[in-house]
């Protein structure tokens, strides 16, 4: 089979560096189109003299046609609000897009604006269609709708780790779908290669500091998603802390048993059952609990259950790599799926410990 | 005045080393006895070439008569289960005991032992007078007792940073008793200094990940001061997480208000009110969230707290350095307590930021 | 073309797991026995729970027989002075050996026994004909000794990282033979899994040390090797210093050009052509100086190389990833060799950064 | 004695910071004024709400009359380029200066220039008479001169580190003055707390690298007081790395003994009379090598000595953290001599290990 063609925009930041890293070993898609706006015009081995690309090629501007001629798929790696100016364009050119902003996210418009009424550029969308059109990108819960789909937002990083544990207990309704609390934790990749002062290594080592308390972006997203999944709206709590490392995601969910009669052997197999043609989720005996650096670098989520027979409460624990299964490797397998491609082709799924 | 003597036993581990640190630069507390098994007869200067101590002492057997001799007050800083070896025949000699381990947090004997069942020697103890009569070193609410006491047992560190928060809530009255959700994240020093594998930088940077769920010893040692401060049996869940740094402790504490109208700032000036004598108890403003990094160093313990008018949920942040305000430093604020001094004499507050 | 047989000696240390990650994704070679003296007896999967191996292997005794019948080749990871207990036995049943230990790395037993005398076992070895056999496993430089060797000695980390810059300019006599100097950077992981007090997190991190100074071992398997390029004697000086992270090792070499008119262009391009059919060596552009993480889990060495024209210094740094290219990935890249493979079959040789 | 009253301004990089925190605990010095462009107008606790300044100030404009009204002594905490814009006019108004910058640690404002050419501001400066009367603030070196200065700089990190351990053996002829070799390792924090994408903790944790190799601008400073010390014009190599860790410097500094049969006792025993009445150098004995963690958040300067008797070689390694004895700390050692205190008054030089 001939290789299908992939546009990367918005290469230099770290979900379009790991993006170009996965589709590097890929069998099956080849890069052909190297976007980004402010290296626009330099040589990739200028900006990256540590990963160097077959040719060497020359990051080009992301004008829509150009993408057109060259690739069959484009995946966007750009800050929210960007994406949308884009998409409709490639979208009309014949382009199917992996976008992995926010921008897509939400099956309402409104309620995008509402939660990314920050951004630059928020306000002048005016896409609600391709909003409802677009499918969430979570392969293990989507995966039929994501192999014919034009557009494919790729979730956040939080809701990835959050969701995966909780969405089956949700939709057997196990669980009361109230009160539960989703205290995650992340690396410090997760915000961006931009430079903050927050995020040196002077400050962020030997540190760990919740941010965002009540009403952090993900909050919502999750919410959305386990909503529909349940089948009626739930409302939770996320905290998210950054953590003093470069990679890793795990969040930590608090959830009540509606049976107090169910153990974690329970809730861990029907998770597991799930999870049965999920090559990228692995579901932990219970009593062992997944630390991120069992997935640093691969496509792979870990979750990990245990449960309080004096409480009645149940821990769900999912550790992903931020920028792989949180972010471009999900992206990838998305890819793999519209292309036609077992959802794993060219995603690593065993670390190199430690 | 003239200088308290103290001796410190137990010196190698990190409990010793800090307590050595902390009453090296006390203007009333003098180390004049220094103990412990394994390194006995050998001079300081040998073990610990960077922390040189005048008069360079050599470590003795910690002999209760020699003790005595030597001493006013002993720190003992020893594997739970061996201070209780000690502690009688120190009492009997008259030595006042701060105690780091956990041998006496528990008022009940019996309880002890079955928390510590595994502990070598956990079962030939009979003292259950002398756990009846300890004090919980926790100096924020226990002042007065602390002053006379013969014996303190100086609390755990995940114990302090989540019950400083959550007590005058509960004394209060403005929280639900049932369902806290307590998940605590500790550097790796807080595993002490005894070589394992899962604390090697190569093992535990680049790294979170939970342990002990479910049943960790020190769900027990918060539950029974909670319930006690609440005047009702309290349960909830305490999970930990090992975080990729050396010092800090952060206790991110999930609660219901009984009264959903209460706000964050509501919480928070009524927590403020409860330490307006606390020397180092801090609570922040509203929307600022402690960053374990800002009492790196110090006896200080700050609370953040915000609410989510949505859930009705409370969460309350506590943030300490494990070695210092959650071991070592407590330790020395009792030993400040029982000599008749101020609170934090010869304790740092400031962190030496970064 | 059917895969070749790998034995894995000593599964459980770093060189070991490393090797079976590597091996995992070989397309040409199969790890058919698992081999381990403390781990005998157990389950792959109760050891390593994050490294899932196909058909969940039970690591066995490492009985020459058993691994004769069970592999073409086996990879020895094993502490120093234990693998030439297991050797000898090995070749004479046929097996072909990658020794990741130190035992045959001089070609005089004498000066092994001298350099090793503190191992246990180090004074009962008497296979000095083996020890000269021994082929030095740097493919770079003895590419075609390798592929038939029948017992391989993959070099030490420090010496990997030196020589690789070193050798070049040696062989061409463009530097003064002495006065050279190593200052040598590693994170903890070189120090192997065994828990080890001065490697905990809490030790090791915020801190950097020499370590080693004047005498460490690597400095005399540097020297055996310069001296043998360089077509005389050299004693150099080897300074080891111990980094806060897992993985990567910077050599930066000083040396003394003959010709003060030469420049860094120049012994770049010299080292360039060197290595023009090396495909694990890459020389940077002057001016742009290797990190380690650039080569993080991958077997590729990077060089870096500048002149100071007024001292008349040249400076050269090669950075590796110390379990990769400076233990288990050289080990793999041997093996290739010896079974008539391409050198990079099955290595990884680009980041995924960060 | 009334206390002292000292001017900082450029408070909220991290050399300020330590200025701050540093004269908190002082005995005879106070802060009098917070100056800063960027700030000015804010409060201290809105711009660092965890270290809390007595009566919590307004940060000035530095003006040079406001300063000269509150201070007797400013501490300038500015980049390059900047500090020389305000020196004379608070020499003028006679405020005795303490310059963190490189503004003044050149006797010839020339060579600043030459060395400094990229700053911004770099060209207008005329002041050759102030670079002239300026005493390099090395107070183990000067102290007889700081005593009285009106102008003090205070010398860089890496000339700290690396000046310490060379000087007397410069002084005394024991090691040849060509050749030396000084590989030097610093924390993240040397490179300020201005935002910069290398120094993310994505970015420069897990890795360590060379930077400015050949041509760091220490490299003129080290040789202007090294040069100055021996009596003749002195070059050498300097490489400095920069380390995964917040703080902390080490120079491992390479040098030939001009008589080989000297030991590293001799040298050791040399440099430890040098600093005999130094309070804040300690020579630790042959064999003990110091690590950054051993000095982190003190004043104090460990160096070590080995030789090797094979190659003439001696070794001397120099650990500081960059921030205090390397900046800060420094600063404030000679602002006491300037006030006629002791030189350690306030500052601290035991660790808070680990």
Redesign the interface.
Known sequence: MASKRVAVIGASG?GG??TL?LL?DHPDLSVTFLGGERSSGKRWSEL?????LPGDPVVQNPDPDAIAAAADFAVLSLPNGLAAQLVPALLTRGVRVVDLSADYRYRSLQTWKEVYSSEALALNRGDEDLCAEAVYGLPEWEERRIRSARLVAAPGCFPTASLLGLLPLLKQGLIEP??I?I?A?T???G?G?????H?????????????G???HRHTSEIEQIASQVAGQPI???F?P?L??????L?A?V?C?LRDPGLTADDCSTLIRTAYRDAPCVEV??VG??????????TNRA?I?V???T??G?L?V?G?IDNL?KGQAGQGVQCLNLMAGLAATTGLPL?????
């Open positions: 770290y560096l790991q890293r590097h990256t003299p540590f990963l160097p109230s009160g609390v205290d934790k690396g410090t990749s915000g290669r931009a430079a903050k002062e995020l040196l290594l002077a400050e962020a080592s030997e540190a760990i500091a919740p941010y308390v009540v009403g409302q939770l709590q905290t802390h953590v003093p490392m470069v990679r890793g795990l930590t608090y009540r932990l005996p062992t609990y997944p630390s991120t650096k069992w997935v640093r670098q870990l990990g245990q449960a309080d004096r409480t409460q821990i624990m550790a792989v065993l670390p190199f410990y430690p």
